[in-house]
């Protein structure tokens, strides 16, 4: 079973607030990603790590930004919410595509749905 | 479960030329598939999605594929490459669908697709 923690699951916050969504894996896990989903749509990528210390953006364009300090946590920051950041947001990690080309698995944490009036 | 095996580790085409990146899959439901880009340094990008409507779907920058049930097959087309298409190409299964969040993507391990002049 996968270890992979996300909080809050639920967020309602009014516009301008500074807010902050954990992720955290077990797993020692090399990559970690997140990605943005609207209900009924596809998962788009705003960002992802390969390790410590990396960051890069995703192909969705974002607000938000993330840091990676420790192998085990990935948190996402927005400075000032907008309604338009109201979504799912979902982490996942993998431990990458392995030597020989072994398919990569992404395992996904629960997500926290944010709400911005 | 769900797997999704990419045929070919690398593809090499000249420009001008289809491109054709083979996938096939395996799950117990009846699957989301996904083809995903990535070039040098960047992040994943969606091409095109197959979520049960039509079967074949055109995806941006010209790329398509068709969902084969009989075939368990989604391969990736193209009918004349160009230089800025080379970069690694991701075919992906997604858990079963209406369950309102991905909780498991599994990646191929990639075809890397090389463009000459």
């Known amino acids: 079973e996968a270890d992979i923690y996300q909080t809050p699951r639920y967020l309602v916050i009014g516009t301008g607030k500074k807010i902050t969504l954990e992720c955290s894996q077990t797993?020692?896990?090399?990559?970690m990603y997140w990605y943005q989903q609207d209900p009924g749509m596809e998962l788009h990528l705003i960002h992802y790590?390969?390790?410590?210390?990396?960051?890069e953006k995703g192909d969705l364009s974002s607000e938000s930004t993330v840091s990676r300090i420790r192998t085990e946590h990935f948190p996402l920051t927005l400075e000032s919410a907008r309604p338009s950041h109201t979504s799912q947001y979902l982490c996942?990690?993998?431990?990458?595509?392995?030597?020989?080309?072994?398919?990569?698995?992404?395992?996904f944490g629960p997500g926290t749905r944010l709400l911005v009036l | 479960a769900q797997s999704v095996t990419q045929l070919d580790s690398h593809v090499s085409v000249s420009e001008g030329t289809p491109v054709l990146l083979r996938c096939n899959y395996s799950?117990?439901?009846?699957?989301?598939l996904f083809w995903y880009v990535q070039h040098p340094n960047k992040g994943l990008q969606l091409l095109l999605k197959?979520?049960?409507?039509?079967?074949l779907v055109k995806g941006i920058n010209g790329f398509e594929a068709e969902f084969k049930k009989s075939e368990t097959s989604f391969h990736l087309t193209k009918p004349s490459a160009h230089m800025s298409d080379a970069a690694e190409y991701f075919c992906?299964?997604?858990?079963?669908?209406?369950?309102?969040?991905?909780?498991?993507?599994?990646f191929g391990s990639g075809t890397q697709l090389t463009v000459l002049p």
């Open positions: 996942a990690s993998s431990r990458g595509v392995l030597a020989g080309g072994t398919q990569e698995t992404q395992y």
């Open positions: 797993m020692g896990h090399d990559k």
């Open positions: 790590s390969y390790g410590v210390n990396s960051t």
């Open positions: 799950s117990s439901y009846s699957p989301s």
């Open positions: 197959y979520t049960s409507a039509a079967t």
């Open positions: 992906v299964v997604s858990g079963p669908r209406g369950t309102g969040s991905a909780r498991q993507l599994t």
